[in-house]
């Protein structure tokens, strides 16, 4: 089943008088959502019992949690001291998301830095391998792993780059496609059904069909410049984009059941439900 749902605690949250995460799991059930995604940007701080307790109540309301691991992780890193650093952090995030009864971690690739990006990328993708081992000794083979397509160009992880990430694991390898951050990294690409659907089939053809269907989405409006993404936007903008309704049709005309969450600045549940509700026009 397709699922949507915002990133993180919105204002209209806040404003009903609500703080905690755990109270979020009936609001956004109330609203009609079906997920949550959990950031760790700053560090995975959260205690193991916290953790079990709110995941305990986001199962009770149906509501699936994913979580986002530390944005400073950065896995093509020259140090390596850092690196195991970062797969530390991988690991922790995962033992969190087990905590939560969640299955999807996304992550962000990282930084070449000053190093020349295809060596950056080579690199990169020995440390990739050495999370995948230590994911499965740490008995994490089942939860799935998304590497995001980042909005920076001097970011790695651009969509072949997430691609190449994505063949080396195994089925729990997913890509989380930002199709936000793949538009202000190249200055706004997606205008018609056309534009999404350039990158879906890409998709199908790089990671097949089976990691296509469920793949992870980020989706908000995002201001950018020559270098890519600026500032996450709402669904107000009529300026930057992209528009959700093109991706909509394509989810529903290729029949795909991904994971969408909105993050959007501060209206990312109204904004979920924004396009939940135009894809259900779409899928009847
Ligand atoms: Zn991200």
């Known amino acids: 089943m397709i699922k949507f749902g915002p990133s993180g605690l919105c204002e209209q949250f806040a404003q009903s008088g609500l703080s905690h995460t755990k109270d979020a799991a009936a609001w956004l059930n109330k609203l009609g959502l079906d997920c949550f995604e959990y950031s760790f940007g700053r560090g995975v701080q959260i205690k193991s019992a916290t953790a079990k307790d709110i ?3 986001f199962a009770r309301q149906g509501i699936e ?13 020259q140090d390596e001291e850092k690196a195991n650093n970062n797969h530390r952090y991988i690991m922790d995030s995962l033992a969190a998301l087990r905590d939560f009864g969640g299955k999807r971690c996304v992550f962000h690739p990282g930084s070449p830095l000053k190093a020349d990006r ?16 230590l994911k ?10 998304c590497p995001e397509t980042m909005g920076k ?17 195994d089925d729990s390898i997913v890509p989380c496609i930002d199709f936000g951050h793949l538009n202000s990294r190249d200055c706004g690409i997606y205008h018609t059904k056309d534009d999404y659907e350039r990158t879906v089939d ?22 950018y410049t020559a270098n890519g993404e600026l ?28 994971y969408i969450v909105c993050e959007s600045a501060g209206t990312q549940t109204r904004d979920a439900l924004a396009m939940k509700k135009y894809y259900s026009t779409l899928s009847k």
Do not use: W
Not at 118 to 133: P, S, T
Not at 203 to 218: I, N, S
């Open 202 to 223: 890409r998709l199908l053809e790089g990671v097949g069909e089976k990691k296509t269907d469920k793949m992870h989405v980020h989706f908000s409006k995002i201001q």
């Open 55 to 57: 995941g305990e109540e």
């Open 153 to 169: 160009k001097a970011q790695l992880g651009d969509l072949e780059e997430v691609i190449s990430m994505c063949r080396i694991g």
């Open 65 to 77: 949690m994913s979580v986002h691991a530390p944005y400073f992780i950065n896995l093509a890193t």
């Open 118 to 133: 295809k060596d950056a990328m080579n690199l990169l993708l020995q440390r990739f391998e050495k999370v995948l081992v």
């Open 136 to 145: 499965e000794e740490l008995g994490f083979k089942d939860l799935l792993l």
């Open 231 to 258: 500032r996450h936007l709402t669904f107000d903008d009529e300026i930057y984009g992209p528009e959700f309704q093109p991706l909509m049709e394509v989810f529903a005309e290729y029949k795909l059941n991904p």
